[in-house]
């Protein structure tokens, strides 16, 4: 068995005054698919912000390692420079900053971090020609400001496009499928597929069952009202399925 | 006090030289302000915009700078050394700094001086038409002194391929001293033209002060492009006062920059003198420390079917201060027209503070008129979404505070132009 990449252990966060995680376990080891699944509520998308660092929640036990290092110590972008990415539920639209801008910016402050040499703009659209080629683009979006006026599926092509630059080892999907259409949605998991690496873990947050016809899940978590109430494998997501998320909630509500 | 002011700046200044009809104009104007006095908070207005610094200062003419070479003037002509551009040092005409020789069909551009000498006929058509004594104390005083300036005339029909840029530039030789440009842009008939003007200062750190007045004309069915870039001293003062006057058909679209001046103000006037007129007004100011930066703007909608879109951002920091008001008045004969206006303001710092007023009066029934204003910080959520890529915090704000003044600069056509202000802001927030 490899190393454990990402440890949740004993995960409390609350937004203001509400607890929202009541005590995450989670263990996900490099070359692992996780998905997490779970009604709305449930606590899926906190996880994968608090994963990422997000602000508006606020951690009140528990711990996060990475790669042996506490998470919880690190500041967002510290977080990303050490190879975790959050592929966002709801895309951040920058008006004014070129998509090439930015996602050039981000790259170089990894690299930055990482004690690489920057890259120019011409290095850098080398670099994105293949890229974009994952998430079949041409080049014209990059011109276009960040996510601004994006359509909904385009947004998560664009997630998954800065994926693929950053090359993260720890990749985060918070419900990249909602929204997509049946061709957005083939786009998005072809790239996730083609970005996997032995070395590299995917977390995919997901509410149906459907995009895991297209990334096959290692283990399946199912989250309700703040707890992991049940996990397995692949076979647990079509259960899911067949089943809703009911007859998981009121399991849990047994004693 | 101000006529002592008022005729002493007239009889250091004025070349006795000109037309016959120019000496009554100044006279008339010297009068004006002698009677009105520099305005105070009690009007309207210049409420928020104190002038007690410039009132209270006797101000100098300044000698002109005798030893500048193009070389210190590189960082201000955009790297387009080719362009026709009219240099101007502590108010005087530089010929020798000065490139006018490019030729372009149908664009005459000269010293505004040289223009009364040549054809007087064309300025007086124009000059003190467009912004006449009685629209303000400051546009009086500089008419009292008029002679120094710019003189942009593009004939009917002409497609200009490169923008005009007029410099102003002040020396160290400037400080205590007052320039008083006066500038005349006249696009003819069906012509398309570019026009930049640029104040700018090789001391950052002397006080002097500038009063501008810049006259538009926007003939019918042509299209023009004017930039100003206000890039004063910090511890200087610059009120300048542009107006349009816009004919049938024709389209007029400004972007105004201002990041200098312990305190600077800028009125644009824009008069929409017949049908189908469009009018389109960006805007963009920087503040720190304890600067304060005002722009007033008014767009006259006189007649049916036109218009006019304005957006005006500012990015304050520090204790300084920004003052926005727009008027927009549409006249009853004024339907059909559609005007909107957006001012927003990203505050920085705490201390930093906006006066922001919409000002629309509107007298016809069958319009779209709409405005908004908005201050604010930058969004928790976007921030959090920079750094979640790798972006440090404080690079994550720089970053988006140039995404939100960057987005207004995108309105700006012409590329070297766009590239020039998008460079000034990357540099102003310490290099992006």
Redesign the interface.
């Known amino acids: 068995m490899s190393k454990p990449l990402l440890e949740v252990v004993g995960l409390r966060a609350s937004a203001g005054e509400k607890e929202i995680l009541r005590g995450i376990d989670l263990t996900v080891r490099a070359g692992e698919v996780h998905a997490v699944m779970g009604p709305n509520g449930s606590g899926k998308s906190t996880l994968a912000q608090v994963i990422?660092?997000?602000?508006?929640y606020e951690v009140t036990a528990g711990r996060v390692l990475y790669e042996g290092r506490d998470l919880l110590e690190m500041?967002?972008?510290e977080?990303?420079?050490a190879g975790v990415?959050?592929a966002?539920q709801y895309?951040?639209e920058?008006?004014?900053?070129s998509n090439a801008y930015?996602?050039r910016?981000?790259?170089n402050?990894?690299r930055k971090?990482r004690g690489l040499e920057e890259v120019d703009s011409m290095d850098f659209l080398d670099l994105l020609e293949e890229k974009l080629r994952i998430v079949e683009w041409g080049p014209d979006i990059m011109s276009r400001?960040?996510n601004s006026g994006f359509s909904g599926g385009e947004k998560k092509r664009n997630e998954i496009l800065?994926m693929a630059v950053?090359e993260p080892k720890l990749a985060v999907l918070d419900e990249t499928d909602s929204g997509l259409d049946i061709d957005a949605l083939r786009i998005v998991a072809d790239g996730v597929n083609a970005l996997r690496r032995p070395e590299n873990a995917t977390v995919l947050v997901t509410h149906y069952q459907r995009l895991l016809n297209y990334i096959v899940p290692d283990r399946v978590h199912v989250l309700s009202n703040g707890r992991i109430v049940k996990s397995g494998g692949k076979e647990l997501a079509l259960e899911l399925e067949e089943r809703g998320y009911e007859w998981l909630e009121q399991e849990a509500a047994v004693p | 006090m101000s006529q002592t002011f008022a005729q002493d700046l007239q009889a250091r200044h004025t070349p006795r030289l000109g037309p016959v009809w120019l000496e009554p104009l100044r006279r008339a104007a010297m009068e004006r302000f002698a009677a009105t006095g520099f305005p105070t908070s009690k009007d309207e207005e210049w409420r928020f915009t104190p002038v007690g610094p410039i009132a209270q200062t006797v101000w100098q003419s300044a000698p002109p700078a005798a030893d500048l070479s193009r070389t210190r003037l590189a960082p201000f002509i955009f790297g387009h050394p080719e362009w026709n551009t009219l240099v101007f040092v502590n108010g005087f005409y530089r010929e020798d700094l000065s490139s006018t020789n490019q030729v372009e069909a149908g664009l005459h551009v000269s010293s505004l001086a040289e223009a009364l000498r040549r054809d007087g006929g064309l300025v007086e058509a124009h000059l003190g038409r467009h912004a006449p004594i009685n629209a303000s104390p400051f546009i009086a005083l500089n008419t009292s002194v008029v002679g120094q300036g710019g003189f942009v005339h593009v004939a009917a029909n002409a497609q200009l391929t490169r923008p005009v840029h007029l410099v102003f530039v002040t020396t160290k030789e400037a400080t205590g001293s007052v320039m008083q440009p006066r500038n005349l842009v006249v696009v003819e008939r069906n012509a398309r033209a570019a026009v930049i003007e640029s104040f700018v200062t090789l001391v950052d750190d002397r006080s002097y002060w500038t009063n501008a007045v810049t006259e538009v004309v926007v003939a019918q069915n042509s299209w023009l492009e004017h930039t100003r870039i206000q890039r004063e001293s910090e511890a200087a003062y610059h009120i300048g006062s542009t107006h349009v006057d816009q004919q049938r058909d024709s389209h007029y679209r400004s972007f105004t920059m201002a990041m200098g001046g312990a305190m600077a103000r800028h009125t644009l006037h824009t008069r929409l003198n017949d049908e189908n007129v469009e009018t389109l007004l960006y805007g963009l100011y920087f503040t720190r420390g304890e600067q304060l930066v005002d722009n007033h703007t008014a767009i006259f909608h006189d007649q049916p079917n036109c218009r006019s879109w304005e957006v005006y951002k500012g990015v304050l920091d520090g204790r300084s201060r920004a003052v926005f008001n727009g008027k927009v008045f549409v006249r009853p004969e004024a339907q059909k027209t559609d005007a909107k206006q957006t001012n927003r303001n990203l505050l920085l710092s705490d201390s930093a503070r906006v006066n922001t007023k919409p000002q629309l009066e509107i007298f016809a029934d069958d319009v779209k008129c709409t405005h908004g204003a908005t201050v604010g910080k930058l969004d928790d959520i976007a921030l959090f979404y920079a750094r979640s890529r790798g972006v440090p915090a404080a690079e994550a704000q720089r970053l988006l505070t140039y995404a939100f003044a960057a987005e207004v600069i995108a309105e700006v056509t012409l590329d070297p132009v766009r590239e020039e202000l998008e460079r000034l802001v990357r540099e102003r927030l310490g290099g992006l």
Not at chain 1, 52 to 56: M, R, S, Y
Not at chain 1, 94 to 97: N, T
């Open positions: 990422a660092g997000h602000p508006a500041e967002p972008e977080r990303a420079q990415f959050l966002f895309p951040v920058i008006p004014g900053i930015f996602l910016a981000a790259y402050e990894i971090a400001a960040v800065q950053l």
